[in-house]
């Protein structure tokens, strides 16, 4: 029976719709004439989802028992005895109540999929396990039901159901996502507008990863080598050369003239360090790349020119920026062709641009090749190919100058030294035999013969082999100390490259790149474990295709403390390798904790702020409902008294108590717009608005107290660009702030001025000035006391937050001879009304 087909609808955070979309795409099935059934639906009370699931068969749930408590789950044995064509499962990476066949939901879908039914379901962006430490930083909470990435990646079909930020907060604030009860905790914790752009940010880049890894499928199955061109990526090699800036500089203007090109720089370490550039200059040329967008990449690599058109082709780069090479003539002419030759022989489709710097090699010169600068096979050529060159050469201006033996010998020590530091202790022990040799037959007597007449020859013969040895032995010994030693700079320019990437922020899956770039692995994760017999493993965070899930799946694994584990796998490494992996290991130990109690110490301090703003907001509207409350309590205990009233009383009792309420009705509506303005859930429409309109409005819900406010504006004012029934709320709020502090004596004004891009609308009230900022701000009731309103006072933080949310500004001054003045200023429109 051929397997089922998965398809995943992915969210960033719930109530985005993806349970909505689920059902949607349930009944196009069924309009077709699929059968389609729900095996599982959690609509969360929201009607327009439930209604979406009318006419669609539902399987019954399964009703299990645990601790005491009825739950009821998916019944998988009923779906797979219907066996739809389609079944529509609801939440994923949901938890089984214990006592299920299967304690994940997603394992009950894999058993679907095995019987042959397709499955269309839904998950959250949070839920996958390799995102778990990034979603805890970003939203301070730990996902308890998490899916591994494995599970997703093999779906036939991942579907992003998207919206912004904003328009999420407005469903929430509007009831269709959470009851009533738990709104405000969702908006000011995980719902907040940072949480959620970093979460759809979480999943826009995975899923365009998947997109990647399916092109790269695609064309792995399909034999295509060459790169394809669907977005172009300039990738700069670096050698640690002080050229490194300048090829950096090029290559990002070559990025800037191509809209949406990528930038990479790659600088690859040999696995024995002696090719290793300066560090110091390779962490300000990392700098650089960064600062300019691109991105740094330190991998493992013998041959250079190779590993650098792999990683070019890994990556889908499309133009590779190389320096013109620092090499002199006869260094390229004992080592072969350069990395730049090489590079451009192998790079096949991928552009090549060789960019000359003032550090290129310049007039031809005499250089010998640097000690031990090749290995293996290449090591011993270039040092045989320098004693067969130097040898005849020496032996020719010998007969020339008709030199002695004692002058030969100490002739030919001169290339037993070059071949030693070029291609080690053995090709230099033959060179020096071979200069033994060539001394006897053109130098010693009988000459053109290899006889020694003369003991006293043979003497001088055997001690220049033994020095010539002792002299190559000791030139190996100091390349060996040099190789370790530049193995040990490597090592520490590892551990340095690691260090650097947790202190500048980098997240998990950004370090285990680095490391996964560092050992030339394919794939590297951080699995953890529960402690206990038959430990399950889960994938913290991963980098690379396929990584492996569990110990026993890697090539390389290191333990991270007592739960932890890095795998890795590609290659297995060698001892000094394994001794740098488990440093770097011990770095994202001591990296993974820091982050940790870094998100703690965010969690706490954002929850310090939170009950910081909602106390001052609780004491602000306590003092500004504590004067209309005393009068409500006053008029009622009047009324309650056993005193015949009058009319006349009685009237004018109702209309206090009937002002209270309007004062309390008021602050309550400023209350509810200021949660929503800092929720970002305001419903905002933009657009030219007539002011006059706006302060009549404002006059007008002032009820009676609008005609005690003077209103003085120019003839002719442009329309202003705000929200109209926002605005009007902002003005009423100012002017009841005004009408509350302003004396009797003197009324409250409204005026406008015209600015050359904006509005100001200007409150003006005549009470006390505001006090000194070494002065305690009162506490007291809002009216009816001595103490002056502060300028925090609930009508200004209303007005000031519904001004923000449409792009204005809100500033407060002294009015000249006392009192205080409120600017509320927007943009205007440019031609007047």
């Known amino acids: 029976m051929a397997r089922g087909r998965l398809r995943i609808y992915l969210g960033a955070a719930p109530g985005v719709g993806k349970t909505y979309a689920m059902l949607a795409e349930g009944q196009r099935r069924r309009a077709r004439g699929t059968d389609v059934v729900i095996g599982f639906l959690e609509p969360h009370g929201r009607k327009v989802t439930a209604a979406m699931a009318d006419g669609l068969e539902v399987v019954p749930r399964r009703e299990c028992g645990y601790r005491d408590a009825r739950f009821t789950e998916m019944d998988l044995d009923a779906v797979l005895a219907r066996h739809p064509q389609v079944a529509l499962v609801d939440e994923l990476a949901h938890t089984n109540v214990p006592g299920c066949r299967n304690a994940k939901r997603w394992q009950d879908v894999e058993e679907l999929l095995d019987a042959g039914i397709d499955v269309v379901t839904t998950l959250n962006i949070q839920h996958l396990e390799s995102l778990n430490d990034v979603v805890r930083q970003i939203t301070g909470v730990t996902q308890q039901e998490t899916l591994p990435d494995a599970v997703a990646r093999r779906a036939e079909q991942v579907e992003l159901v998207d919206m912004t930020p904003e328009a999420l907060r407005r469903r929430m604030v509007h009831g269709n996502v959470y009851p009533p009860d738990r709104i405000e905790a969702a908006l000011t914790h995980y719902f907040r507008p940072g949480n959620l752009t970093a979460l759809r940010e979480l999943a826009l880049l995975w899923l365009a990863d998947r997109v990647e890894e399916g092109l790269q499928r695609y064309r792995a199955e399909h034999g295509i080598a060459t790169g394809w061109e669907t977005r172009e990526r300039i990738l700069v090699a670096l050698s640690g050369g002080p ?29 024995d360090g002696l090719a290793l550039g300066g560090q110091s200059a390779l962490a300000t040329q990392r700098a650089l790349v960064e600062s300019m967008g691109g991105r740094y990449y330190q991998i493992v690599g013998d041959d250079v020119a190779k590993a650098i058109i792999q990683f070019a082709q890994a990556e889908n780069a499309t133009q590779i920026v190389l320096g013109a090479s620092r090499r002199g003539w006869l260094a390229s002419a004992l080592t072969g062709e350069g990395v730049g030759v090489r590079v451009t022989r192998l790079s096949g489709s991928i552009d090549v641009h060789m960019v000359t710097h003032e550090h290129a090699a310049g007039p031809p010169g005499l250089r010998l090749p640097r000690a031990g600068r090749g290995f293996g096979v290449r090591r011993y050529v270039a040092g045989a190919a320098l004693a067969v060159l130097l040898l005849p050469t020496l032996t020719m201006v010998g007969l020339q ?47 053109h013969s290899l006889a020694i007449a003369r003991p006293d020859d043979a003497a001088a013969m055997a001690v220049f082999v033994v020095v010539a040895t002792f002299v190559s032995w000791a030139i190996e010994t100091a390349t060996r100390q040099t190789r370790r030693a ?41 699995l953890d474990r529960e402690p206990g017999p038959g430990p399950d493993w889960h994938v913290l ?41 488990v440093a770097c290991a011990v770095q994202i130990a001591a990296c993974l904790d820091r982050q940790q109690l870094a998100a703690r110490a965010a969690d ?137 502090r302003n004396p009797c004596t003197a009324p409250a004004t409204v005026t406008v001025s015209v600015l050359p891009d904006s509005l100001a609308i200007n409150i003006i009230d005549h009470g006390p000035g505001a006090p000194a900022p070494h002065e305690p701000r009162p506490a007291g009731p809002a009216r009816g006391t001595t103490g002056p309103i502060p300028d925090g006072s609930l009508p200004v933080r209303t007005a000031q937050a519904l001004t923000e949310a449409m792009g204005g500004t809100l500033h407060r001054h002294d009015t000249p001879g006392g009192g205080l003045t409120f600017s509320l200023t927007l943009p205007r429109t440019t031609t007047q009304s």
Do not use: W
């Open 604 to 740: 706490a301090d954002q929850k310090i702020a939170a009950d910081s703003a909602r106390t001052t907001l609780l004491l602000a509207t306590q003092r500004e409902l504590q004067a209309p409350l005393a009068q409500m309590q006053d008029t009622l205990d009047r009324l309650a008294t056993h005193d015949p009233l009058g009319a006349e009383q009685r009237h004018e009792l109702a209309a206090t108590g009937q002002a209270s309420l309007a004062r309390i009705a008021t602050r309550l509506t400023d209350l509810q717009d200021l949660g929503q303005a800092r929720a970002g859930a305001l419903d905002i429409h933009l657009r030219p608005v007539e002011l006059d309109d706006v302060l009549s409005a404002a006059l007008d819900d002032l009820g009676p107290g609008g005609h005690d406010i003077v209103v003085d504006t120019p003839e002719d004012l442009p329309d202003v660009i705000a929200d109209a029934n926002l605005l009007t709320r902002a003005v009423t709020s100012l002017a009841t702030n005004a009408l509350d």
């Open 541 to 581: 965070a991963s980098s690379g295709e396929r990584p492996p899930e569990h110990p026993a799946e890697a090539d390389t694994s290191v333990p991270v403390g007592e739960t932890l584990t890095l795998a890795g796998r590609g290659r297995v490494l060698g001892d000094s390798d394994q001794r740098v992996l």
């Open 243 to 271: 050229e490194g800036e300048t090829l950096i500089r090029r290559a990002a203007r070559v990025a800037e003239r191509i809209q949406g090109a990528d930038l990479l720089a790659v600088h690859v370490m040999p696995c």
């Open 401 to 447: 100058g008709r030199f002695t033996l004692s002058s030969a010998l100490l002739g030919y020590l001169l290339p037993v030294i070059a071949v030693a530091l070029t291609g080690g202790l053995y090709v230099a022990l033959a060179t020096a035999v071979a200069g033994a040799l060539l001394a006897d037959y053109y130098f010693t007597p009988p000459l």
């Open 486 to 526: 530049a193995r040990a700079s490597a090592e520490a320019g590892a551990l340095s490259t690691l260090a650097g990437a947790a202190l500048g922020g980098h997240n998990l899956p950004a370090q285990l790149e680095q490391i996964r770039q560092l050992f030339g692995l394919d794939a590297v994760s951080l």
